[in-house]
């Protein structure tokens, strides 16, 4: 149980085009997701906390214009990087965590983006 | 300001041998500490947090609040157990982790 679905795992496209992902609990709802971005041999950064119904919550440093988070349902967080240039590329990953309770989250596959 | 320190970027032990990953952590309140695994081309997975207690796959971690440390341990280190370990804290903030910069476990052969 607790699988988190994240698509597509590759991206590769020009610079300027909008990239979206999904992020998806499959078996369980989510009333918070996040998105995380990691660059290569580094850990995990948080980008935003993404909630259900409501805007998300950006970490400092992170553009809200550039990097658009929906979750219009709790099985479904999506991140649009727009206007997407080669200092975009990278690998981001989706958590999820099941809604009521102390549970902790679970990961998607994550997603590699290459701005050409 | 939550911070999370893993002092090793690169763990490499034998068989059979003791495991000890170090993890130490920098927060105001109490916080809530878990220990993520990576295996080789799969997701990150939660393998254990603090509050549960429990052993999973012959390893463990105690929460050490006067040294602010979260070591994760196992007696004897399979092969198996190869792979990235990321400590990882939560405050109150809604629960978002941060995590640290984790560590790369090689146990050989």
């Known amino acids: 149980g607790a699988v988190v679905s994240q698509h597509p795992s590759r991206v590769i496209c020009k610079s300027g085009t909008s990239v979206k992902i999904e992020c998806r609990s499959l078996?369980?709802?989510?009333?918070?997701m996040f998105w995380y971005r990691q660059f290569p041999k580094q850990s995990l950064m948080l980008m935003a906390t993404s909630n259900e119904g409501s805007k998300a919550t950006y970490e400092q440093g992170v553009e809200k214009d550039k990097f658009l988070i929906n979750h219009a349902s709790l099985t479904l967080s999506t991140l649009t990087v727009t206007s997407a240039h080669p200092e975009d590329s990278s690998f981001y990953i989706c958590?999820?965590?099941?809604?009521?309770?102390?549970?902790?989250?679970?990961f998607g596959d994550g997603t590699r983006l290459s701005i050409l | 300001a939550q911070r999370v320190t893993q002092p090793e970027k690169l763990l490499s032990v034998f068989k059979g041998a003791p495991v000890e990953l170090k993890c130490n952590y920098s927060?105001?309140?109490?916080?809530?500490l878990f220990w993520y695994v990576q295996y080789s081309r799969q997701r990150l997975q939660l393998l254990l947090r603090h509050i549960s207690r429990e052993s999973i796959k012959g390893f463990t971690a105690d929460l050490n609040k006067g040294e602010t440390s979260f070591h994760l341990k196992k007696p004897f280190a399979q092969e198996e157990d190869s792979a990235m370990y990321y400590c990882?804290?939560?405050?109150?903030?809604?629960?978002?982790?941060?995590f640290g910069a984790g560590t790369i476990l090689r146990v050989k052969s």
């Open positions: 078996d369980f709802q989510a009333t918070t």
């Open positions: 990882a804290l939560s405050g109150v903030s809604g629960n978002k982790l941060v």
């Open positions: 927060y105001s309140g109490s916080p809530e």
């Open positions: 958590s999820a965590r099941p809604s009521g309770g102390n549970q902790p989250q679970h």
